[in-house]
């Protein structure tokens, strides 16, 4: 990512992300985007899950990951 991207930068990337891709920004991106208080694990849970995707923890870095759909949800339900 580039330096001083905004949220909407990260949700036009989150959005173009295949299944299974990843998108990973910096922890000081992710306190700068979403905050250090107590709701910020919370805010940056429902963005991720906004977009489809699963946000990641680490360290130094958080991690996006698009969700990949499983064959029962693709496929139509029997009657």
């Excluded at 949220?7 to 920004?25: F, Y």
């Excluded at 910096?26 to 306190?31: A, L, P």
């Excluded at 990949?68 to 496929?75: E, N, P, Y």
């Amino acid at each position: 990512m580039r330096a001083k991207f905004t949220l909407p930068d990260l949700e036009e990337r989150l959005e173009e992300l295949q299944a299974g891709a990843l998108v990973q920004i910096s922890r000081r991106d992710y306190e700068r985007l979403f905050g250090l208080n107590d709701a910020a694990i919370g805010r940056l849970r429902n963005f991720a899950r906004s977009h489809q995707c699963i946000a990641s923890i680490a360290d130094t870095a958080i991690l996006f990951r698009k969700r990949v759909a499983s064959i029962d949800q693709k496929s139509t339900p029997v009657l």
